[in-house]
């Protein structure tokens, strides 16, 4: 499996279009939990995320929020601000546009029923997967935001504190930082979380939501 942990201006400026960090001097960082709302791990992550009063951004997928509303509620409950990760996760490049699209439009249906209207519209693609054509037509409704750091939480041969170290190597004002509330990385999320969370405290480094 490749991947790289930092998405280092070599990579970002391919995409300009697309939001990789937030330009700012303060010691500012952005939680994103991609992939739930799942039973357990999504309540971990909140408890966690409480513990040191942070903010963060989950990028949802429809089908569990259809699947676990409670828990998407709660995270709404939480203060955290919410995206779309499509109804299915879907790669965008595997599929056709029109599906593709249509896909994400169900994910906004399935949040649209817990949230006020005109509230702010955030779409990251699953695997970080989607073509220019699907972009262009994203970009009039979505900010499309993608990633500073990728933990590789996901990553079932990655060793957790492995994954923690290379987490807070590249820690940087306005990073965007990417972790799964999936139980796939649930053996890697709960090593790192918690000490990532103290690290942050400890360098000074506050939480917000995108």
């Known amino acids: ?46 408890a966690q995320l409480a513990q040191y009063q942070a903010e963060a951004t989950f990028f949802c997928v429809g089908d569990n929020i259809n699947k676990y509303p409670t828990i998407f509620q709660k ?18 490049w595997k599929n056709e546009d029109a599906l593709f699209l249509e896909n994400i439009a169900q994910c906004q249906t399935a949040m649209d029923n817990f949230l006020p209207p005109h509230h702010k519209k955030l779409f990251r693609p699953p695997y970080g997967k989607l073509t220019t054509k699907q972009a262009d037509q994203l970009l009039t409704d979505y900010e499309i935001v993608m990633w500073t750091i990728l933990s590789g939480d996901f990553d079932t041969l990655l060793d957790p504190q492995k994954c923690l170290e290379k987490t807070m190597e590249y820690t940087e004002n306005g990073a965007i930082v990417v972790f799964h509330d999936s139980v796939k990385a649930a053996p ?9 969370l103290e690290f942050l405290a400890r360098e000074g480094y506050i939480c917000k939501r995108l």
Do not use: C
């Open 1 to 46: 499996m490749f991947y790289t942990h930092y998405a280092g201006k070599w990579v970002t400026s391919f995409f300009p279009r697309f939001t990789w960090r937030k330009e700012t001097t303060e010691k500012v960082v952005y939680l994103t939990f991609d992939d739930g709302p799942v039973p357990q791990v999504t309540d971990f992550v909140l």
């Open 75 to 92: 995270i709404l409950a939480a203060g955290h601000q919410v995206g779309n990760h499509t109804q299915n996760h879907l790669n965008g």
């Open 188 to 196: 890697n999320l709960y090593f790192v979380l918690p000490r990532y």
